[in-house]
């Protein structure tokens, strides 16, 4: 009996110790490894622990005393951030309010009642699903970011509503997630032979929050400190969160304010995804990995299995929250090809990688014979530079604002791969056409600056991310080299044609836009272009 007690004491002893080395330890690991990478966070609900946090604000008008002698509240405060705008009149506003409020209260009252179906069809099959309440506020802070769009940018410079939509990205509650429409697309109708890149490598969700606003999620795919390999083709390269979060801050940084508001969030993917979504196909990917984490993957046409999948920790998974633009039944949008597109194939080559007139013939095709959209198409060349992206296929614009609207710089998760490698192609259309906005290149100029480094203002900026740190150091790095590279190519181009041939003020006059919007702004370059001369080259 007591040789019995013996043994049995011995087995418990050893599953207790199996358990211990094989389940408890790699789980502090990673709660350890995650504390080391910023997160606090404690226990399953992680909307509830985000909700007391704040991000700083970046606006100009910030009264933190610690921020009143940074170098990122100098550079918002220098005279060539603070350009005035015309008058806007209702033309070259986005949306009108009326009409945005009427649109989105009619789909708020669709959801309810598709709400209510559910919850009853799940009632009639015993299965009991908790309520997901919407609360609809015409002051949202995704409703003023909608309202704020214009014919300039998609936000102003000092719209506090950004600071507002930031916070609520990374701390609201989630009520919904879905595949989004692209990803949807993948797995019916599409023309494969367009369709390049693996869907299962670049996962993103549409989740819609409890105030009804919307974010695109791209969850962490890479650690911040590995580079794409060098045999990897940009387009299969993963799509990393970090540098969508990093690109936002770039592109407000460079005073382009193309990139929609990118936050970093720590998302339960089991709590808020898999118990929030309707959707079968979503629920069906879901699995748990052998080191017992919640996994899911892109349930598409290819390449499309568990390799591929995303895990949490054993929950919590960190990724981008992007906020989404007006609907396109409100807002329409049209995409267009890069004139500079690269050959998606392994071993073709475009016209322009061949050909050093080529801008001579995209001057002469509508739209870039007149107007603005060679100047944006170079703006967007530079910011694609800085951040390493070679995959800026297509380009969208609002319809409204015709020729004469901005570009949206959408889908920058390809940049920030390779830190230690300049891809000098990517400046193609700057090198072959030498033009360049007045504007930009004098905000390049002060970004070059020892009181203004663009290294220095991004690391501040990038600070103020849950994430924090977004970008390695190396990568902090490169955008000062990049950026020399930048000034480099200009200086060669002023020297070889002159300063005004290669420099435009803001705007050119073309005949979509307005005579007195031209004017005023061309008026505010010469008074601040001073300013920023110092060191041209």
């Known amino acids: 009996m007591r040789r019995d007690r013996f043994l049995l004491a011995i087995t418990l002893t050893t599953v207790l110790a199996a358990d211990v080395y094989f389940v408890l330890l790699p789980r502090l690991r990673d709660w350890y490894h995650l504390s080391r990478n910023g997160c606090t966070c404690q226990g399953v609900n992680v909307s509830t622990e985000y909700r007391g946090q704040t991000s700083q604000k970046w606006t100009s008008g910030s009264n933190a005393t610690s921020e009143q002698e940074s170098k990122l509240e100098r550079l918002f405060i220098h005279p060539l951030y603070n350009i005035r705008l015309p008058e806007l009149p209702p033309d070259e506003r986005l949306l009108e309010e009326e009409e945005l409020m009427g649109y989105y209260r009619r789909k708020v009252t669709r959801w309810e009642r598709q709400q209510k179906l559910y919850v009853e069809a799940a009632a009639a099959s015993n299965i009991s699903i908790p309520e997901q309440p919407v609360t609809f506020d015409p002051n949202a802070s995704w409703l003023k970011f909608h309202l704020g769009i214009n014919r300039y940018a998609l936000y102003s410079r000092d719209d506090r509503s950004i600071d507002r939509l930031l916070q609520d990205m990374q701390g609201a509650p989630i009520i919904s997630a879905d595949y989004t429409q692209d990803e949807k697309a993948l797995k019916g109708a599409c023309d494969c032979s367009q369709v390049v890149k693996p869907s299962g490598h670049h996962l993103k969700l549409a989740l819609k929050l409890q105030d009804f606003g919307k974010a695109m999620f791209k969850p962490m795919r890479q650690e911040r ?313």
């Open 225 to 537: 400190h590995e580079e794409t390999p060098e045999d990897f083709f940009y387009f299969v390269d993963f799509q990393r969160h970090n540098a969508e979060i990093a690109s936002f801050h770039l592109d407000r940084v460079l005073d382009f304010r193309r990139v929609p508001p990118v936050v970093g969030r720590l998302i339960n993917v089991t709590g808020e995804i898999l118990y929030t979504t309707h959707s079968d196909d979503l629920r069906s990917v879901f699995f748990t990995s052998p080191a017992n984490n919640t996994c899911f993957f892109a349930k598409c046409l290819y390449v499309c299995k568990t390799e591929y999948a995303v895990c949490g920790h054993p929950h919590l998974l960190e990724g981008s929250m992007s906020a989404y633009l007006p609907g396109l039944s409100i807002a329409p949008r049209i995409s267009i090809p890069n004139p500079w597109i690269r050959s998606y194939t392994f071993t073709g080559r475009e016209e322009w990688e061949v050909n050093p007139a080529y801008c001579d013939t995209i001057k002469g095709l509508y739209p870039y014979s007149s107007g603005n959209r060679l100047l944006n198409i170079i703006d967007m060349t530079i910011f694609d530079f800085l951040t390493g992206n070679m995959d800026r296929h297509h380009y969208e614009i609002f319809t409204k604002f015709g020729d004469e609207g901005f570009l949206l710089h959408l889908d920058n998760a390809r940049g920030f791969g390779r830190h230690s490698h300049d891809e000098m192609s990517i400046l193609a259309p700057l090198t072959q056409c030498c033009i360049i906005k007045r504007s930009t290149l004098l905000r390049l100029r002060l970004l070059a600056r020892p009181e203004y480094r663009l290294s220095d203002v991004m690391r501040e900026s990038l600070g103020r991310d849950p994430l924090t740190p977004v970008l390695t150091e190396p990568h902090l790095q490169a955008l000062d080299r990049r950026l020399g590279r930048v000034l480099k190519a200009m200086g060669r181009c002023i020297k070889k044609l002159g300063e005004a041939q290669v420099v435009v003020t803001d705007f050119v006059a073309s005949s979509g836009a307005t005579e007195r919007g031209t004017r005023v702004r061309a008026s505010d370059m010469r008074d601040k272009s001073a300013t920023g001369q110092e060191g041209w080259s």
